[in-house]
DNA sequence: ACCGGGATGTTCT
DNA sequence: GAACATCCCGGTG
C-alpha cells in the first residue's frame, strides 16, 4: 500500500524536502526503486547550482512550481533526474544520485546492460534516469500529476532518522555546502559518504 | 583494488 | 572555447 505525494511535500524548502526524500519510492512505467541518496541544489546562494546565475533555457524549470522534474544533460551522454522544490520564483531542486531497485529488474538490466549486479542498476544520478528510461521528454514533467507515469510515492517507510549527510559530489563550487544525504549502510549509495 | 583517461555534445562565457 | 551535478573500460600492482 502506497500512496503518491501532493504539492504540499515538494513545496517546501529545499533543504527540508531533501532528506524527506530518503527512502520514498520513484516510480515510472515498468519500474519502481526506493530513493537512497540525494543532493539539495538551490539558486538564491549557492554556486554549485544551475540556478545560480539565474534563469535559462536550461534551468527554467528549476523556477517554476514544486514537484516537477528538473532533467538536465551533460557530459556529451547523461541525463540526470531532480525534484524541483521550494516556491514558485525561488529556484530550488534535488538530485536523485541513487534507488534501491524494487520492481522491473529486467527492464532496468535491459536499458543497463554494464550493470554487474541489481546493486548497481542505479547506483548513480545518470545510471537512475538510464534504468528509468528519464531524459529530455520529462523535463518539466508534474510528479504530482504523474505526468508520463512518473511519480513518487511514500510506502510507509519513514526518512532515516540520522541520515548520512556530506559534500556534494562532481561540483567545482559551493563543494563545502554538506548538502547530500543518503540512508545508511544501504549497498545503492553511489560513493561512500565521509565520517558515518 | 585502485587509478587514469576517453567518450561525447550541450550550455554558457 | 571551457566547463560539465558522469560513467565505463583498460591499465597496473
Redo the contacts with the bound molecule.
Keep these: 500500500m502506497s500512496r503518491r505525494l501532493g504539492r504540499g511535500f515538494f513545496a517546501r524548502p529545499t533543504l527540508e524536502v531533501a532528506p524527506d526524500l530518503l527512502n520514498k519510492v520513484l516510480v515510472a512505467p515498468g519500474v519502481a526503486g526506493r530513493i537512497v541518496e540525494v ?1 539539495a ?1 538551490r539558486g538564491s546562494d549557492d554556486p ?4 545560480y ?1 539565474g534563469p ?4 527554467e524549470v ?1 523556477f517554476g512550481t514544486a514537484g516537477h522534474l528538473y532533467v538536465y ?6 541525463w ?1 533526474a ?1 525534484v524541483v522544490t521550494d516556491g514558485p520564483g525561488t529556484p530550488g ?1 534535488v ?1 536523485l544520485r541513487a534507488l534501491t531497485p524494487l520492481r522491473g529488474f529486467a527492464r532496468m538490466r535491459q536499458r ?1 546492460p ?2 554487474m549486479r541489481d546493486h548497481e542498476l542505479a547506483n ?4 537512475l534516469a538510464q534504468a528509468f528510461g528519464l531524459g529530455k521528454s520529462h523535463d518539466g514533467a508534474d510528479l504530482v500529476r504523474a505526468c508520463h507515469g512518473v511519480s513518487v510515492r511514500d510506502d510507509g517507510t519513514p526518512p532515516p532518522e540520522r541520515p548520512a549527510v556530506g559534500t ?6 559551493g563543494t563545502d555546502l554538506p548538502w547530500r544525504f543518503a540512508v545508511s549502510e544501504v549497498a545503492e549509495v ?1 560513493r561512500p559518504v565521509p565520517g558515518r
Design positions: 543532493e541544489y554549485g547550482s544551475h540556478a546565475r535559462t533555457p536550461r534551468n528549476m544533460f551533460t557530459y556529451g551522454m547523461h540526470c531532480n531542486a538530485l543497463r554494464a550493470a548513480g544520478p545518470a545510471k556534494r559530489i562532481g561540483l567545482s563550487q553511489s
